[in-house]
């Protein structure tokens, strides 16, 4: 009998028509969706020139080989047999938030089952199961974890992409006709396909993702009325899941929802598993990497950790280099072992004295990964990702170990194990420096999806065992981000690069999915290790400071003036930091003439980052109208504060400094409607604006 089933998420609805037969048809999906009373006695599958019966075009996860000719969501066959899937007996069942679709397909002997969750804040999430239920092995060659469906007519499409250094560099164009494709096959998440995409059509948008961390593959196919499905789920390398008779494929979590805030709010809240289940005022960081390299003397950096806690940042991490003989990349990569020789006291005085000074201790690992000059290397080789006959590929002077076979993945946790039981640590640098190649596992499959869940596990593992550490996913910058490691992680690297000028489009990018306090942004110094390029400390501290502000210096390098400004931008950040990190209240606006505007609102302020990045080709900036979202209070406004105090603006007026000098009040909607008249500011700087309410309507 068919049925129709609603997911309502805030806004966002999903309606479901469950056929006699077929694959799940989508009613409508958006913000205004009609309702189903005309589903399913009016046939909209009527086409000329096609089948004589009703073949359904925008359905879940559509299959082939009975009519319907688009791109097929889920593929497979039984050694050439059982290539064409027809589930029916479906059935709805509620659980909590989630409703379980399933079917079944009796002739094939297949099951599946589909899981849609609504989500806070107007977030939908859907994945997919697929059951052998017959004999004999059942190959998977394609199964998406989501299918929406996207209105008819022009739409534009963003996405991004970049490179090492470089990730998040957003590029919007027209979604064509036909199928876009985006396909992922490095093994991690990349810097240059990243998971998601968001779909403007006519007034609606709407964000998607894929929370997995392998590869990848998203799909918008064009359909014959014009609509558009958009298809999200794991790439599978050749004959990569053969399930056997009863087993279950489990994809990967997709998500939609209808704009940036709403997925900011989503993953700070509901995905990411926070020690203590709330989280805690992301600590200032300061990480050794690019202060020290490869040069570890424990006096130098308890004389860095001294300087460190003077300026008041909370979390020192130590980064590459403490274990085996790690002088540089070449070697030690698996020998999870303090290097005595730099460390001859081990690592436990410089723990407990950074700890004394009142801060916490971060380490940084690599643990998937293993230098062929290695002690584990030398005794385990077969312990590496690898297939027969094939040579083993170098990136980094790596190799990837085999986190699927359970003696690595045990060795694995129990040396990290070692070192976290045995010193007060409570934060984990987790780093992924190469893209996977020749991904065999002992019995010469490929084992892509495999490894990825395997680390999963490890993560798990540890986080098990260790419930109050957090960990930091890294993976040579932002090669790893995305929902799926987050439900392990609570910070990820945005980028390695840490010029300021470079991270006003990374971190941009990134926040379109990401909130703030999960993205580290971190001060380095100049000039930059990446580019060369000089820059002010209030300009690196400006593009920092909204997101998980860190140091990436070495504090003992500082002039006493430079630590006195350092000191007052981190005194600054702790100050503002509640407001900054609270759910929903982050804003940004498209960047504009090289200008990049940010910030954050809550009943009572209003924070407002400018920064100029290359120079302004227009002679006069147009006004700043900010998106606020109604969490700030009417009344009366003024400008409460500058930072830095004295911008580097270009030829102000003087009405322009009354107003931001906190002469001139006014209300919200001058900011909302009219906007901000700023002067222009000289490229490479930046101002932060505090805005307060001084009377109450």
């Known amino acids: 009998m068919s049925q129709t089933i609603t997911i309502q998420s805030g806004a966002l609805s999903l309606l479901l028509g469950l056929p006699e037969r077929g694959m799940p048809d989508i009613i409508g999906f958006g913000r205004a969706v009609a309702a ?23 359905v879940l996860l559509p299959t082939g080989g009975l009519g319907f000719f688009g791109w097929p969501a889920i593929a497979g066959h039984r050694d050439g047999r059982d290539f064409i899937l027809d ?36 977030i939908i999430a859907m994945s997919t199961a697929l059951t052998n239920r017959g004999e004999g092995a059942y190959r998977l060659d394609r199964c998406m974890a989501a299918s929406f469906l996207l209105p008819a007519g022009p739409a534009d499409l963003t996405s991004f992409t970049g490179m090492w250094g470089r990730e998040f560099q957003t590029r919007r164009a027209p979604l064509p006709h036909g199928l876009w494709m985006q396909e992922n096959r490095r093994g991690r998440t990349s810097h240059d396909r990243f998971p998601g995409v968001f779909v403007t059509a006519g007034d609606e948008s709407f964000g998607f993702h894929l929370g997995w961390s392998g590869n990848h593959a998203i799909a918008i196919d064009t359909l014959d009325d014009g609509r ?6 794991e790439l599978f390398e050749p004959g990569e899941i053969q399930l056997g008779e009863g087993e279950t494929y489990h ?31 992301r600590p200032v960081m300061l990480n050794t990497w690019e202060g020290n390299y490869f040069d570890h003397r424990p006096d130098a950096l308890m004389a860095q950790a001294d300087s460190a806690a003077a300026l008041g940042i909370e979390r020192f991490v130590v980064d590459d280099g403490w274990f085996g003989h790690r002088d540089d990349d070449t070697t030690s990569l698996g020998d999870w072992t303090v290097a005595s020789y730099k460390y001859p006291g081990g690592l436990k005085p410089l723990v407990d004295h950074v700890t004394r000074l009142g801060m916490q201790f971060g380490l940084w690992f690599e643990p998937e990964m293993v230098n062929p000059q290695s002690e584990l290397f030398r005794a385990h080789p077969d312990w590496v990702l690898q297939v027969d006959g094939r040579q083993l590929l170098l990136s980094r002077n790596q190799l990837v170990l085999d986190l699927t076979r359970p003696e690595v993945a045990d060795y694995l946790f129990e040396a990290m194990h070692a070192i976290l039981a045995d010193h007060a640590i409570s934060y984990v640098k987790w780093d992924m420096n190469r893209d996977l190649t020749h991904v065999g596992g002992a019995d010469g499959r490929a084992r892509t999806s495999a490894q990825t869940h395997a680390v999963y596990r490890l993560m798990a593992r540890l986080r098990a065992a260790f419930p109050d550490v957090e960990i930091e996913a890294c993976a040579s910058g932002g090669g790893r981000i995305d929902y799926g490691v987050l439900r392990y992680a609570h910070r990820v690297w945005t980028s390695d690069c840490t010029d300021a ?22 001060f380095a110094s100049s000039p930059g290790h990446q580019t060369g390029r000089q820059l002010t400390i209030a300009f690196r501290a400006l593009v920092s400071l909204a ?6 210096i070495n504090p003992l390098d500082l002039t006493p003036q430079q630590a006195d400004e350092i000191r007052q931008w981190i005194a600054l950040y702790k100050r503002l930091r509640a407001l900054l990190h609270a759910p929903g209240a982050f804003f940004q606006l498209p960047p504009h003439d090289g200008r990049f505007v940010w910030g954050a609102e809550d009943q009572s302020r209003v924070v407002v980052f400018i920064a100029q990045g290359v120079q302004m080709v227009a002679e006069q900036p147009p006004p700043i109208r900010l998106p606020l979202k109604g ?3 009417g009344g009366q406004w003024r400008v409460a504060a500058m930072h830095p105090p004295h911008p580097e603006f270009i030829q102000g007026s003087k009405g322009q400094a009354a107003l931001l000098g906190g002469e001139i009040p006014f209300g919200l909607d001058v900011l909302r409607l009219t906007g901000l008249p700023l002067p222009m500011l000289r490229p490479e700087s930046g101002v932060l604006i505090e805005i307060e309410r001084i009377a109450a309507v």
């Open 36 to 58: 189903p009373e005309l589903w399913p006695h009016v046939d909209r599958a009527s086409r000329i020139n096609g089948m004589d019966v009703a073949v359904p075009m925008a």
């Open 87 to 122: 589930f029916a007996d479906w059935r709805a069942e509620r659980q909590g938030r989630a409703t379980i679709l399933t079917g079944e397909d009796r002739i094939a002997r297949i099951g599946i089952a589909i899981r849609l969750e609504a989500g806070t804040g107007g």
């Open 228 to 233: 558009r499905l958009i298809h999200l789920g």
């Open 251 to 281: 994809s990967p979590i997709a998500y939609a929802g209808p704009d940036s805030a709403a997925l900011q709010t989503f993953v700070q809240q509901e995905v990411v598993d926070w020690p203590g289940g709330r989280m805690q005022p």
């Open 501 to 522: 000028f470079e991270r006003l489009a990374i971190q941009h990018g990134a926040a379109h999915f990401l909130p703030p306090a999960l993205m580290g942004a971190d």
């Open 547 to 552: 997101y998980h502000f860190g140091f990436e």
């Open 631 to 633: 969490r700030a209070g």
